[in-house]
């Protein structure tokens, strides 16, 4: 059954495998950007989220800023409150330092008090994006979540009888989410599939390069047994007990091939 099991699988991500297989160059970290919220005293604060980019470059130069896909729009920060977040998007980012997160901001922001809508301005000098620091390391392979933790209570300006204005204080919480696992089969040329497994269940696939390496990424933490579908004229022996932590790599001694004769 496992045997069938891993036959239908390997036909089944085949052409992306061979398309997608791994070269000399590092393997991409995934990086997810989670919004939420401290409480404040309002009944709504709605902010318009345009664009997050992400500055791959040490120090401040202009250049460097990748945008991330995300859900553009309004949110009511109150909504994520009390251990409540979302996620705004991702974005797969080369291995390395990332230095710092742009908000860009829409028009539509509003606050709801005493059964009262008002218009939120921001201030002229951040309506280009706001900037936060982060100064986080990406390792190849791991999944990272940053949360991007609104202070309201503080991000909220009101002077006198003017507008309400919006000067948004917000902390980063980094996070590593998952683990990866790597190796290099002992002949090349096998250029197996490689199932991460999971109490039967395969959690995460890859295949091994031309050079016999393989990097399983986004690996929850946990135990597992790699398993493998090489090329006609080969055999690999299941590996038991690899032990994933969240945050690392986990390195598995050379794999060994056996030649069908």
Same mark, same amino acid.
């Given at each position: ?88 998007? #991702? @974005?797969? $980012? ?6 710092? /997160?742009?908000?860009?901001?829409? %028009?539509?922001?509003? &606050? ?32 990272? #979540? @940053?949360? $991007? ?6 991000? /909220?300006?009101?002077?006198?009888? %003017?507008?309400?204005? &919006? ?32 109490? #039967? ?61």
């Amino acid at each position: 059954m496992k045997t069938q099991m891993r036959i239908v699988l390997a036909v089944g991500v085949m052409v992306a495998g061979l398309m997608a297989s791994c070269s000399d160059t590092e393997q991409p970290a995934k990086l997810e950007i989670r919004l939420t919220d401290a409480p404040g005293d309002y009944q709504a604060v709605n902010v318009d989220i345009q664009d997050v980019q992400i500055h791959v470059s040490e120090g401040n130069q202009t250049e460097g800023w990748q945008s991330l896909e995300i859900n553009k729009g309004v949110y009511n920060l109150l909504k994520l409150t009390n251990g409540l977040d979302t996620l705004l998007g #991702s @974005i797969e $980012l080369p291995p390395g330092r990332i230095s710092q /997160i742009r908000l860009v901001l829409g %028009s539509n922001n509003t &606050l709801q008090t005493d059964n009262q809508e008002f218009d939120l301005f921001v201030p002229s000098g951040q309506q280009s994006g706001l900037k936060v620091n982060v100064q986080t390391t990406l390792t190849e392979g791991i999944t990272y #979540s @940053i949360l $991007l933790d609104f202070d309201v209570a503080r991000s /909220i300006v009101k002077r006198g009888n %003017s507008p309400f204005l &919006l000067k948004p204080v917000i902390r980063t919480i980094t996070q590593a989410t998952s683990g990866a696992i790597a190796g290099t089969v002992e002949i090349a040329e096998a250029k197996p599939a490689v199932y991460a497994i999971h109490e #039967s269940d395969t959690v995460a696939t890859t295949f091994a390069n031309d050079q016999g390496k393989f990097l399983i990424k986004g690996v929850p933490a946990g135990t597992y047994t790699l398993s493998f579908a090489p090329a006609t004229g080969f055999t690999i022996e299941d590996i038991h007990e690899v032990r994933v932590i969240t945050g690392q790599v986990t390195s598995v001694s050379q794999v060994p091939v056996q030649i069908v004769e």
